[in-house]
């Protein structure tokens, strides 16, 4: 879990790249930061609004950085190319 400020910046500067790369592919991607939390990302599928998921940057036990979503982790925290695959296949948008 995202704890230390410096955590908290390197959080919300991964999930906005995600963000944006989410964009990119179509979906609806917005950057959370509820008071006393860690930042998150919320992600819709426009074209099925009822298709959506909260995707979060957290450290697992072995000490690296993954990004989190369906509680299980999605992708490490350097390869966003893979979380965009997982999170657009999960929210029924195919590749194009």
Known sequence: MVT?????????A???ELAGRL???GLYARCTQPIG???????LNPDTPGLEEHVTFERSGDGDWWLWAWSER???ADDMEHA????????GQSAN
């Open 84 to 91: 965009v695959a997982s999170i657009r296949r999960v929210l």
């Open 37 to 43: 939390r860690p930042p998150g990302l919320h992600v």
């Open 74 to 76: 999605i992708a490490p």
């Open 23 to 25: 964009g990119n592919a």
């Open 14 to 16: 991964h999930l906005e």
């Open 4 to 12: 230390q400020p410096d955590e908290v910046v390197t959080a919300g």
